[in-house]
């Protein structure tokens, strides 16, 4: 029997586009099946003031193929130099949705973010006035914390005491990937939410190292142990409305992760939806997928949902999608989760 799934067309929480060449490849993949996504600023140079990210949005909105229905959500790059009055500006006008944290030297160009938070405080204490969320990647940069504590270590030392310091801040843990994480999310009330990812529901970190290194399975924050990925599944399934999809699908041509050092990140734009189906279907929860991808995240960021809808079916027989998506940067792999597939996208 064939199985049929209908929701309000998703949105994507936490999404990497880049520019130029690679911008226009993988702008369809995630406009095919997604009305809006939160676009992350980590751009070289990164988007930083107003002016930057309405001059990226239209950047974007020319790339988009023909026909597309898709809203990119802008956000900035918050840096020490951050003026709290252009923030609010970009907010006011509508262009911009949320402020990005990104500590110093955390990931994939993060050179420009911030090392002290008091240095932030009236960019931040300006959010909180005005509701303007912070979506935080949310990992310490010390080198004595092992790379898999990093992110637990961020929430006791970095988030908790910050959050106390300034309650009304409306906050998005990003990319949550341990049981801590899931557990802070827990503990907070409605100014507090949590995206996190197709992979990481999927991958624990033997996927990315057990018969042979797969870069292809290597993004920040890494991925943890398997009690970790549980503790992640049981949050996305669960409905909590504190829980939304942020893919972190991050495109990087082949070039540069097939090599000595190669970057983080995973492509999973293109199928992220049917994934999610599968992980749903095997957990039990297909009938919570829609607040997980089209009610839980308009909900925090105080968006109405969508119009439009989007059929998932199932299939008998193992679905294809391509391998790579050609750019003229360069070829970049979709994520392959390594067992067949059976949901499709059918519109
Ligand atoms: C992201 C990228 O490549 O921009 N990489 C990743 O592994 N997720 C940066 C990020 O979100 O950390
Ligand atoms: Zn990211």
């Not at 843990?173 to 992979?199: C, F, K, N, S, W």
């Not at 992760?257 to 039990?284: I, W």
Request: aromatic letters at 6%.
């Amino acid at each position: 029997m064939t199985q049929e799934l209908t929701l309000i067309r998703p949105d994507d929480w936490h999404l990497h586009l880049r520019d130029g060449a690679v911008l226009h490849g993988v702008l369809p993949e995630t406009a095919r099946h997604f009305a809006r996504a939160i676009i992350m600023p980590n751009l070289v140079p990164p988007v930083v003031t107003g002016a930057d990210a309405a001059a990226y949005r239209d950047r974007i909105l020319a790339a988009l193929p023909e026909g597309a229905a898709f809203t990119p959500l802008m956000t900035l790059y918050l840096t020490e130099a951050t003026d709290p009055a252009d923030v609010a500006a970009a907010q006011a006008s509508g262009l911009v949705k949320a402020v990005k944290l990104y500590p110093a030297g955390a990931t994939t160009n993060s050179h420009g973010g911030v090392h002290d938070t008091d240095k932030v405080m009236p960019v931040l204490e300006k959010m909180a006035e005005i509701g303007l969320p912070l979506c935080v990647h949310g990992e310490v940069t010390t080198p004595e914390v092992d790379i898999f504590d990093r992110e637990a270590v961020f929430i006791d030392t970095v988030l908790d005491p910050l959050r106390r310091r300034l309650p009304g801040l409306r906050v998005v843990m990003e990319h949550i990937t341990t049981e801590q994480g899931v557990a802070y999310a827990r503990a907070g009330g409605p100014d507090l939410g949590a995206t996190i990812t197709t992979h990481h529901l999927i991958l624990n970190r033997n996927h990315i190292l057990v018969g042979g290194i797969k870069p292809h399975y290597y993004c920040l924050p890494v991925a943890k142990r398997e009690r970790h990925r549980l503790a992640l599944r049981e949050a996305a399934t669960s409905g909590e409305a504190r829980f939304f999809l942020g893919t972190d699908s991050a495109p990087h041509v082949d070039a540069l992760k097939e090599q000595a050092c190669g970057c983080a990140g995973c492509f999973t734009a293109t199928n992220t939806l049917p994934l999610l189906a599968h992980v749903f279907e095997q957990d039990g929860a297909l009938d919570r997928l829609e607040a997980f991808t089209s009610r839980n995240g308009p909900a925090f960021y105080r968006l109405p949902v969508n119009e439009a809808h989007l059929r998932l079916v199932k299939h008998q027989t193992p679905q294809a999608w391509p391998e790579k998506i050609f750019t003229e940067a360069g070829p970049v792999t979709v994520f392959n989760p390594g067992f067949p597939v059976f949901w499709h996208v059918e519109s």
